[in-house]
Nanobody, 114 residues
Framework: QVQLVESGGGLVQPGGSLTLSCATS????????MGWYRQVSGKQRELVAS???????EYADSMKGRVIISRDKSKATISLQMNNLRPEDTAVYYC????????WGQGTQVTVSS
């Protein structure tokens, strides 16, 4: 059974940093591209960063230069280091496998506010 557990969110001031983590289980982690998504209430979930099986990364323009996605194959986890956060980054952040019909975790709330 696939499980995705996100953590690391919180309240941070503009310009601050956070690192999100996602623990996965129930599938062959090393076989899949993994991604971080975010969703603002009332809007569609969007993919903000992805990392493939050979650690090639892609980022949404909105976050390029401010975030770094990484994966630890030995622990089946992915992380998202976020810097220079802006109020518009406020959202619930999720991890999942792009293009795979997979259940979602509970997400982790990131709030950027002074």
């Amino acid at each position: 059974q696939v499980q995705l557990v996100e953590s690391g969110g919180g309240l941070v001031q503009p310009g601050g940093s956070l690192t999100l983590s996602c623990a996965t289980s129930g599938f062959h982690f090393g076989f899949y591209t993994m991604g971080w998504y975010r969703q603002v209430s009332g809007k569609q979930r969007e993919l903000v960063a992805s990392i493939d099986i050979v650690d090639r990364t892609e980022y949404a323009d909105s976050m390029k230069g401010r975030v770094i996605i990484s994966r630890d194959k030995s622990k089946a986890t992915i992380s998202l280091q976020m810097n220079n956060l802006r109020p518009e980054d406020t959202a619930v952040y999720y991890c999942n496998r792009p293009l795979v019909d997979s259940p979602w975790g509970q997400g982790t709330q990131v709030t950027v506010s002074s």
